[in-house]
């Protein structure tokens, strides 16, 4: 009889490490983790991320259809408005690990 795997072995993501890589790929822009912390206060237009972040509006956008096409915002209409809010909130958390992290791994380097 085989012990059950651990929920954090690697081994688990075998099938599916394109898409974590996509995922990854995603949340390597500045401007797209910018944009997902500004929308943990709730759901924003694309004008008012854009004035929120100092960022043209094509910029903006590009941003957003990058995290939509990762599945990390949703897109809700309202009339004239497009309003995009965080899909999943543990986003808010893998985000704030890798701060951590990033953050311990720099005080650690001794070269640059």
């Known amino acids: 009889m085989s012990l059950p795997k651990e929920p954090d072995d690697p081994r688990e993501f075998d099938g ?3 898409t974590v890589a996509s995922v990854g790929k995603s949340l390597s822009d500045e401007n797209r ?5 500004s929308l943990c206060s709730g759901k924003k237009t694309v004008s008012a991320i854009v004035e ?3 960022l043209s509006q094509p910029l903006v956008s590009h941003h957003l259809k990058e995290l939509r096409r ?3 915002v ?3 209409r309202k ?3 497009v309003y995009y809010d965080i899909a999943d909130k543990r986003i808010i958390d893998i985000v704030s690990q890798l701060a951590h992290l ?3 791994l720099l005080s650690q380097r001794e070269t640059f």
């Open 16 to 18: 599916n490490l394109s």
């Open 52 to 54: 929120e972040m100092d």
């Open 79 to 81: 009339g004239l408005f």
């Open 102 to 104: 990033a953050k311990d």
């Open 70 to 72: 990762c599945l990390l």
């Open 74 to 76: 949703n897109v809700e």
């Open 33 to 37: 983790l910018r944009i997902l912390l």
